[in-house]
């Protein structure tokens, strides 16, 4: 039975399907359950078309375009792979492993950039609505994958493709038009260097066609500055500079259109779990968490267009160069001062595809075109600046245009005008800059995405920057992971539980690490009794015993509480339940991140099972997550990453206990089936149906190469050391 995709399938709408030209409502006595869905009484048994097994939940075609020979295929896949890797992540992974090989260099053409839908986009699936975008980046040399929401994915699936693969250079600025079987390479030139998001107007402009969704890079993605976002309307792909290969390929953007079908295997089961999911919504959106900051308190992604409170962030976190930390910065004041600001700018709370969270909002700065903003992006260029609100929403429009990283920006400017003020950048370095510091951000974001003077360095992160001034400028770019900028926090006792995290993570932001387990204990027995008393999402009912034993003081209190084995058990499990959603193409707003989430291991292998039509259940979810998990792990290995890059920023906790994090470390390496080096085992790639992995690695010497590459490595941009 097929489900027709339909503009009209919104989550305040999910009562109604549209079936060939017939609209047809549910009974009063079954809420949100169409009517069409219980015609047949007999049990599903599958259907098939032209003699082949009908593929659902995903189309079963992937778009390959070779820039270089401006060739177009549409590729038909292995649904083995699915059962497998599922879909998004896991099956980009392999195809990565496949096609890229380790020599490959971020901005040669045989480097892969993909666009992938996850496996349950386009589905009534509620919230099921990311792109994940996979490729090498120039910023770690390891794989990255980064997550955008919006429309862009559902509306590649209503095309009729799961992937878009994108190999080669083109010779031009082009962009690529995808309208259901017709797709084709058009011309760009008119586009260059204009604004991800006037991209996007102009491209929907010239098609005619108002509802095509388009994914476009700025003027930093066309001068391949390391941390270089692509855009989407609603969302943005940040992490790992993958705006940067964008443009390095002479892609400007995609349009998509779609109007065709998805398939869902067992309808009826399908959509009895979205209501559930749905009740559940609205059962947590009138039920926050107490005992914990706002933005965790409720569902979706934090909810920081929302609150006016940002007492915990700007006290909290730091400003500058992720230095400062201002314990008594909030006031009454500020607090006015920052609601006028956030108020007279929003115009109003936006959700990305069939989700019915608002966690974004269009800002209309003062004589500045309308923009989207959502997370804490909203902060980030305020307070690496020691600005106000005002001036944050701002520049943070220009940085949208011209597409850029909202967490790495920001401390690349900081980084650079703290290298100022230290004497290792001189005046020589910055001519023309304004003397004002909010004056001086808006000056080096302009040098920076056009790679002007200083701006050219400074557009290759913190890491390589630093590398390239030197005279001691390393020990200013202290704030990175894996060559990536990270959050600008600093705390005083060693978190083991995050220390884990923030080690061994290859998404390289915390937010989409960590998730579910409660970030702190609660101060007394009975709110943690309370808590875990409807604590259903847990994989295991020990989960509960950790947090209901865990205490703010004393013997059972960090760092040495949660044990070493707790804390494994722990982000094993929030790991797990973020590599599921990018699979999925979830957003982590209502699984992996909030506490108490809709969607979790108990519900996911029946939308999988029903979605799908893939036999699942808890422990085939685990392992299919692990499997592809291990192989986004083994590809780094490859690339030469091991236990020396497993490590936060030196200065992230005051109080460091190095015995303890070799312990931490070494037991969630053998949780995990990886050696003393961080290196899966034959054993564990065996376990996982993964030995093609083992016998390359043999073949490549890399269980004997323990170290892995060397210390000196080369800029992919600068070829300098």
């Known amino acids: 039975m097929r489900l027709l995709r339909s503009a009209a399938c919104t989550p305040e709408r999910l009562d109604r399907n549209i079936i060939g030209k017939r609209l047809l409502r549910p009974p009063a006595e079954q809420e949100f359950t169409p009517l069409w869905l219980q015609k047949r009484g007999r049990p599903y048994r599958g259907s098939r078309v032209r003699g082949k097994k009908m593929r659902y939940a995903e189309t079963g075609f992937n778009l390959e375009v070779d820039l270089t020979r401006g060739n177009i295929e549409r590729v038909e896949t292995d649904p083995r792979d699915t059962e497998l890797y599922l879909g998004g992540l896991g099956t980009s992974a392999k195809i990565l492993w496949e096609r890229v090989p380790p020599e490959t260099e971020p901005f040669s053409p045989?480097?892969?950039?993909?666009?992938?839908?996850?496996?349950?986009?386009?589905?009534?699936?509620?919230?099921?609505?990311?792109?994940?975008?996979?490729?090498?980046?120039?910023?770690?040399?390891?794989?990255?994958?980064?997550?955008?929401?919006?429309?862009?994915?559902?509306?590649?699936?209503?095309?009729?493709?799961?992937?878009v693969i994108l190999r080669g250079?083109?010779?031009?600025?082009?962009?690529?038009?995808?309208?259901?079987?017709?797709?084709?390479?058009?011309?760009?030139?008119?586009?260059?260097?204009?604004?991800?998001?006037?991209?996007?107007?102009?491209?929907?402009?010239?098609?005619?066609?108002?509802?095509?969704?388009?994914?476009?890079?700025?003027?930093?993605?066309?001068?391949?500055?390391?941390?270089?976002?692509?855009?989407?309307?609603?969302?943005?792909?940040?992490?790992?500079?993958?705006?940067?290969?964008?443009?390095?390929?002479?892609?400007?953007?995609?349009?998509?259109r779609g109007t065709k079908d998805i398939n869902?295997?067992?309808?009826v089961e399908f959509m009895a779990l979205c209501n559930e999911v749905m009740k559940y919504i609205k059962f947590r959106n009138e039920n926050p968490i107490p005992g914990v900051m706002p933005i965790l308190a409720g569902l979706g992604s934090?909810?920081?267009?929302?609150?006016?409170?940002?007492?915990?962030?700007?006290?909290?976190?730091?400003?500058?160069?992720?230095?400062?930390?201002?314990?008594?910065?909030?006031?009454?004041?500020?607090?006015?001062?920052?609601?006028?600001?956030?108020?007279?700018?929003?115009?109003?709370?936006?959700?990305?595809y069939n989700c019915p969270m608002t966690c974004g909002a269009t800002i209309s700065p003062p004589g500045l075109p309308t923009y989207m903003m959502k997370c804490f992006s909203k902060l980030t260029y305020t307070m690496a600046a020691f600005a106000d609100l005002e001036f944050g929403l701002g520049i943070a429009q220009s940085a949208t245009e011209y597409g850029v990283d909202a967490f790495s920006a920001p401390q690349v400017m900081?980084?650079?005008?703290?290298?100022?003020?230290?004497?290792?950048?001189?005046?020589?370095?910055?001519?023309?800059?304004?003397?004002?510091?909010?004056?001086?951000?808006?000056?080096?974001?302009?040098?920076?995405v056009r790679r002007d003077g200083i701006g050219d360095v400074l557009a290759n992160g913190t890491y390589w920057a630093a590398k390239q001034i030197g005279k001691g400028a390393e020990a200013y770019a202290h704030n990175n992971i894996k060559k990536h900028e990270q959050l600008p926090l600093k705390l005083s006792m060693l978190n083991p539980i995050y220390f884990l995290m923030y080690a061994t993570g290859e998404k390289m932001n915390i937010t989409q690490i960590e998730g579910q387990f409660p970030q702190a204990p609660f101060p007394t027995r009975e709110e943690r009794e309370a808590?875990?008393?409807?604590?259903?999402?847990?994989?295991?009912?020990?989960?509960?015993?950790?947090?209901?034993?865990?205490?703010?003081?004393?013997?059972?209190?960090?760092?040495?509480y949660p044990t070493v084995d707790m804390c494994c058990d722990i982000v094993d499990w929030q790991e797990r339940m973020h590599y599921i959603d990018d699979a999925l193409g979830m957003c982590s707003g209502l699984s992996s991140f909030p506490l108490k989430p809709p969607y979790h291991i108990h519900n996911y292998p029946k939308f999988i099972s029903a979605g799908a039509g893939i036999d699942m259940d808890e422990t085939k979810l685990t392992q299919a997550t692990k499997r592809y998990r291990t192989l986004v792990r083994a590809y780094n290995i490859r690339r030469g990453m091991r236990r020396k890059d497993d490590k936060p920023?030196?200065?992230?906790?005051?109080?460091?206990?190095?015995?303890?994090?070799?312990?931490?470390?070494?037991?969630?390496?053998?949780?995990?089936?990886?050696n003393d080096q961080g290196i899966p085992t034959k054993e564990s790639l065996h376990e996982l149906g993964l030995d093609y992995v083992w016998e390359d690695f043999e073949k490549r010497g890399i269980y004997s190469n323990n170290e892995g590459t060397p210390s000196e490595e080369t800029s992919p941009e600068t070829g300098k050391k």
């Open 414 to 448: 900081a980084f650079a005008l703290e290298l100022y003020e230290n004497g290792i950048l001189t005046d020589d370095d910055f001519p023309g800059m304004p003397s004002d510091n909010e004056g001086r951000f808006y000056w080096l974001l302009d040098r920076i």
């Open 531 to 560: 808590f875990v008393k409807d604590w259903f999402q847990v994989p295991d009912e020990k989960f509960k015993q950790y947090f209901l034993d865990w205490e703010p003081r004393g013997e059972k209190s960090m760092p040495y």
């Open 302 to 352: 934090p909810q920081e267009m929302k609150v006016h409170d940002e007492k915990w962030h700007t006290e909290n976190f730091m400003w500058g160069n992720s230095r400062v930390r201002r314990k008594d910065f909030w006031n009454d004041e500020v607090a006015k001062q920052w609601a006028q600001t956030l108020d007279s700018m929003r115009t109003r709370l936006i959700s990305c």
């Open 264 to 267: 869902v295997a067992q309808p």
């Open 649 to 674: 920023p030196e200065n992230h906790w005051k109080k460091r206990f190095p015995e303890l994090e070799k312990e931490l470390l070494d037991a969630y390496y053998t949780l995990k089936g990886w």
């Open 110 to 163: 045989d480097n892969l950039l993909i666009f992938s839908a996850g496996l349950l986009c386009g589905t009534p699936a509620i919230g099921c609505n990311r792109t994940i975008v996979s490729t090498i980046s120039p910023q770690t040399l390891l794989m990255a994958f980064s997550m955008m929401g919006g429309f862009w994915a559902p509306e590649l699936k209503y095309a009729g493709y799961d992937k």
């Open 169 to 256: 250079k083109s010779p031009n600025l082009v962009y690529l038009w995808i309208n259901n079987d017709k797709v084709e390479i058009r011309d760009a030139s008119h586009l260059k260097g204009k604004g991800s998001v006037e991209t996007a107007e102009l491209i929907r402009q010239e098609l005619k066609e108002p509802n095509a969704q388009v994914a476009a890079i700025g003027l930093a993605g066309e001068s391949k500055v390391y941390f270089a976002s692509i855009e989407q309307g609603r969302s943005s792909a940040s992490r790992g500079g993958i705006g940067a290969v964008m443009g390095d390929k002479g892609l400007k953007a995609i349009a998509v």
